[in-house]
């Protein structure tokens, strides 16, 4: 699942998208762990879900990725 802000432009359409960019992923989780793998994505590792979302909304990262279930 990736979240992104309404302003942000032009919107991802595949996970090339994110190189170069900042994404926030939760510490440890399947989407950290995944994500891991992928090269040049800086990741911003938070604790919770609320601490993503409140940091994507504050304009501190370009997307919010997590597994859906």
């Known amino acids: 699942?990736?979240?992104v802000t309404a302003?942000?432009?032009?919107?991802?359409?595949?996970?090339?998208d994110l190189?170069?960019?900042?994404?926030?992923?939760?510490t440890g989780f399947a989407a950290d762990l995944y994500m891991?793998?992928?090269?040049?994505?800086?990741?911003i590792r938070l604790p919770?879900?609320?601490d993503?979302?409140?940091a994507l909304d504050q304009g501190k990262a370009y997307a919010?990725?997590?597994a859906s279930f």
């Open 52 to 54: 993503a979302l409140n």
């Open 1 to 3: 699942l990736l979240i």
């Open 19 to 26: 190189k170069g960019k900042d994404v926030i992923v939760n």
């Open 36 to 43: 891991s793998t992928l090269p040049d994505i800086n990741l």
């Open 64 to 66: 919010f990725v997590t």
């Open 7 to 16: 302003p942000q432009a032009p919107r991802p359409t595949n996970l090339d």
């Open 48 to 50: 919770k879900v609320a």
